[in-house]
C-alpha cells in the first residue's frame, strides 16, 4: 500500500472546471484538469496508490497503461514537490 | 552583473513621437511628446545592448511604431537580432517596404486594434474617419501573409453584442485570437473605462459569459484569480519585473508609463547604456524591491500573486496611486464576496 501525501504547504483546490496545486512556501502553482484533477483530488482524499488505481481501472476499463501512467504523474508530482 | 540582477527578457520600444490617431481610451499621449526621436543608428545600438544584455523578446509599440520614419530598416535590423518581435499596431499604416521585410523574417506575432464591428463606432472611437478600413485591411494582409495575428478589442462597457460582432467579423478575417481589453481609468479612459462605468456584479457576469458562451479563441484580459481553471493554462502574466521600456527619445521607462507619469522615467540613452538603466534605475529597482512580496490588498492573500503581481502595475499606479496598490477589479470582486474563495490563502 503506497501512502500518497502532500507535502507541507501544499494546498489543493477544487474548483468546477478542475483543480489546483499551490505550494504556499515556494508560491508554485499547477494546475490540474481531466484525470489528474482526479487523481489529484483522491490524494487529498487520503486515498492511496492502490485504491486510486482501482478507480481508474473502473473509470477507464479499456485503457491497457493506467498503472504506468499513474506512476508517471507521482513521480511528475514528487519531482515539483508537491508529493512527499 | 551583480547575482540579484533579474535578466532582461523583455523590451517595449515606442519609436514613433506619437499617433496617427486619437484614441478615447489612450494613455500613451495624454501629455504630448515633446523630445527628439532617436536616430535609427541610435535604435540599432541600444537594441544590440539589449541582446546582450540577454534581451530575447522585442516589442514594438506606441503611440504608433509604424508612424516611425525608419521603422522598415528598424524592423530589419531588429529581426536580424530577436528570435521574438511582436509589433502592436493601428494597423493604419502601412510603410512601404514593410511587407517585404515581413516577408524576409516574419514577426513573432502582429496585435491590431479594432474596436467595433461596425466602422462608425470604430472611426469615432480611434478618433479618425476610415479608421476601420485601412485596420481591417491591414489585418487581412497579416492573415495572407501567414503572419500570427491578434486583434484587440477595447471595451467600456460590459454590453454582449459588440463583442459577438467583432468574433464573427475576426472569424471573417481569419484572425487568430481576439483579445478583450477592458478600458482603465488612466490617460485619456479616465473619464470613460470599464471599471467605473459597470457593477463588479455585471463584469463578473460578463466574464462568465465571455467563458461560456464564445469560441475559446476569445481572450478576455482578466486577471487569472478571476479564469477558470481551464483558462489558466494560456493565461500570459505581464513581464514588467524583466522589463524595460524605452520612449522614442531614448528615455528608460517602466514599459511606457513614463509618457504620462515623468517620475517612471530614469535616464537616457544614448548617455546612459542598457545595462546602467537597467542595474541602476531607481524606477527599477523599485519594482524589484517592492513585487510581489509587498503588494496590498487582495493582491496580498492571492495564490497567483507571485506570477501575476496584481496583473498590471500601471493600471494600479492609477486607480490605487502605487505600485503595490492592488488590482481594481479583484479588490472590488473581493468587497463584493464575488473572488473566488478557492484562489485566496492566509500569508
Ligand atoms: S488578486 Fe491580484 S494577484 Fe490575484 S489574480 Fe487578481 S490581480 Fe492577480
Ligand atoms: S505593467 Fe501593465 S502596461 Fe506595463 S507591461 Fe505590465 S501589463 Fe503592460
Known sequence: MEKLEYAKGVVFRREPAGGILFNIDTGDLQVTEGVAFGICDMIDNGKDKEKILSELRKHY????????????FIKELKEKGALV | MSSQLPTLGVLY???AGGCNLHCRHCWVNEGSFTGELLSLENWKELLSQSVAEGCSYLKLTGGEPLLYHDIVPLYRYSASLFPRIVIETNGTLQPEGLWEAFAEKKPFHVSVSLDNAEARLHDEFRGQRGAWEKTVEFAEKLVKNNISNQIIMSVSTAQRQPVVDMIKLAQQIGTGTLKINFITPSGRGKSDNFFDKNPIEDIIEFFTWIDKETPRGVLPSVPAA???????KNHGYCPVRNLMGVLPDGTFSLCGVAFSRKEMAWGKFPAISVHDAWENSPVYKMIRSSLPHDIEGVCHRCIHRDSCIGQCVVNNMETGGAVTSPDILCQRAYEAGLFPETRLIER
Not at chain 1, 476499463?61 to 508517471?72: A, R, T
Not at chain 2, 478571476?226 to 489558466?232: E, G, S, T, Y
Request: no cysteine; proline share 14%; hydrophobic share 30%.
Open chain 1, 61 to 72: 476499463p479499456e485503457e491497457q497503461d493506467l498503472e504506468q501512467d499513474l506512476d508517471d
Open chain 2, 226 to 232: 478571476l479564469l477558470p481553471v481551464n483558462r489558466l
Open chain 2, 13 to 15: 520600444i515606442n519609436p
